[in-house]
């Protein structure tokens, strides 16, 4: 009997490899991080795991002084996160604040200031270049104004946005930019969020600098409606196809003002925690999509295509008939290496998209899970809930 055991289990290891589904994989988690983190005072391991739970990996709390921020990093570190600090000494004394963080193994960078406008460009510039004469190794985090007025940029400082983000990059020490544009309203989507998109993606892009962008976790007025699950993944997918590498949420901490955050003023959570978390999940299984790529081209389907955006006309070489009903979708193309990969977004918040897709024997779709698999296996007609995203990748063409 035991020998028969052994030459069935030895029988069912050999079938694993062939029943094995291959999986899009990616080498690093995306980054994901909560802007306005938890309070200084409830920094406590269990808040700590708490959010990585909701699969934030990075935390950004300003915090009372340097031992409290050093507290905070222990934290991290014990829990597996990380932490851009932010404490009143990294501005008054950096060489001594810098020096005692840099070589924290849960620092992920250095907060300076939230939506400058040009004249605050000089002194960040210099604060930024003193903090990487020290530290080489971690980022200067400065999160830019929203494009909300992509030509009426008085008030910045400048003639345009992409001025604004241009002349940021030259005077500010940073590896990375950031920018936020909370564009689900109770009306609708805001008409200028994909031409902010198109702008700020196209001067990271000049700039060879990757860029971080946000999705709202909370509402802070009329205007803006309780997070749905739709509405976050618009935001996020959006994000991901115009090429961001790396997500931020605001505000995962409710204060005053705020509505519906994932967690509220008692300390605890909301049907929002929940949300956020299947949809940080569904990102992190299909990161090695997005983590890395280099963005080939963004268009737009449908009778209206969202304003400063262009139209799909050109389609890729594995992919013969691709067509969308409804309002349309958003359609990326994405390299990395020997895959490109063809995105497809619903910007549709309230009704699912039926599109057509045909192709030649290259042709994979990637699903929710990550898993691979023969684009011809399923119908060439399929639905996209609102919102939501469908990936599919064939190799690129050499």
Same mark, same amino acid.
């Given at each position: ?133 020290? /530290? ?85 007025? /009329? ?19 115009y090429g961001a590498q790396g997500l931020e949420y605001w ?148």
């Amino acid at each position: 009997m035991r020998r028969f055991l052994l030459l069935f289990l030895l029988w069912i290891q050999g079938l694993t490899p062939i029943h094995a589904q291959e999986k899009i994989v990616s080498d690093h988690p995306l980054p994901i991080m909560a802007w306005s983190g938890f309070p200084a005072g409830e920094s406590t391991p269990d808040r700590f795991r708490e959010m990585k739970e909701m699969g934030i990996n990075i935390n950004l709390t300003v915090y009372p002084d340097a031992g409290a921020m050093q507290n905070a990093l222990d934290l991290a570190q014990a829990i597996g996160m990380k932490m851009v600090t932010s404490c009143p000494e990294l501005k008054t004394n950096p060489a001594t604040t810098v020096g005692q963080f840099m070589n924290h193994p849960a620092l992920a960078g250095y907060f300076l200031r939230d939506e400058p406008i040009r004249k605050d460009f000089e002194a960040l510039g210099s604060w930024a270049r003193e903090i990487e004469s020290l /530290d080489n190794r971690h980022f200067c985090f400065v999160n830019l104004i929203s494009a909300i007025h992509p030509t009426q940029t008085a008030a910045l400082g400048t003639s345009s946005y992409a001025t604004y983000v241009s002349l940021f990059a030259k005077e500010v020490t940073s590896r990375l930019l950031s920018f936020d544009f909370y564009p689900i309203l109770s009306e609708g989507i805001h008409e200028n969020w994909y031409q902010g998109l198109e702008i700020f993606s196209e001067e990271a892009k000049k700039l060879q600098a990757p860029f971080w962008a946000f999705a709202l976790a909370s509402s802070y007025n /009329d205007l803006h409606p309780t997070p749905t699950l739709p509405a976050l993944r618009l935001q996020l997918f959006s994000n991901l196809a115009y090429g961001a590498q790396g997500l931020e949420y605001w505000s995962y901490w409710m204060s005053d003002g705020l509505r519906n955050a994932p967690i509220n003023q008692e300390g605890k959570r909301t049907p929002v925690y929940d949300l956020i978390k299947q949809v940080n999940r569904e990102i992190q299984e299909v990161a090695g999509v997005f983590v890395g790529s280099k963005v080939i081209s963004v268009n737009h389907t449908g009778l209206v295509i969202p304003k400063g955006t262009t139209r799909l006309t050109k389609l890729p070489w594995a992919i013969s008939t691709f067509e969308t009903e409804g309002q349309g979708a958003l359609v990326s193309q994405l390299e990395q290496g020997d895959k490109h990969f063809f995105v497809i977004v619903n910007r549709d918040l309230n009704q699912p998209m039926t599109f057509v897709i045909d192709g030649n024997d290259s042709l994979r779709r990637i699903l929710k899970d990550g898993t691979i698999v023969r684009a011809d296996a399923y119908a060439h007609s399929m639905e996209i809930a609102p919102g939501d995203m469908a990936i599919f990748m064939f190799p690129t063409k050499k």
